[in-house]
Nanobody
Framework: QVQLVESGGGLVQAGGSLRLSCAAS????????MGWFRQAPGKEREFVAA???????YYTDSVKGRFTISRDNAKNTVYLQMNNLKPEDTAVYYC????????????????WGQGTQVSVSS
């Protein structure tokens, strides 16, 4: 079992930045692929970024060049640095953990946090 707790969300103007954190506890953090997903009102949960056990990142096209995912295995924490935020980035952001291979599909992730709200005003 892995417990995940996100933090760092908030309200920001377009063009601003936020850094989300996801603290993990339970099983060995370094054994897991970690992902960030987001869900806007009335929309399905969508993939944002993922990071392998050794730190290789993967991004959806809409956030490439603006978001950076990273992990600190010593602190059992994964981060999502979000720059140049746009109103369309507004959503609840979720952290997820998967012991197998990374995926863009939410259904492939075994563990989830409770989410943190990110709101970007125009």
């Amino acid at each position: 079992q892995v417990q995940l707790v996100e933090s760092g969300g908030g309200l920001v103007q377009a063009g601003g930045s936020l850094r989300l954190s996801c603290a993990a506890s339970g099983r060995t953090f370094s054994n897991y692929y970690m992902g960030w997903f987001r869900q806007a009102p009335g929309k399905e949960r969508e993939f944002v970024a993922a990071i392998s056990r050794t730190g290789s990142p993967y991004y959806t096209d809409s956030v490439k060049g603006r978001f950076t995912i990273s992990r600190d295995n010593a602190k059992n924490t994964v981060y999502l640095q979000m720059n140049n935020l746009k109103p369309e980035d507004t959503a609840v952001y979720y952290c997820a953990a998967e012991p197998g291979l990374w995926s863009v599909l939410p259904s492939r992730y075994a563990y989830w946090g409770q989410g943190t709200q990110v709101s970007v005003s125009s």
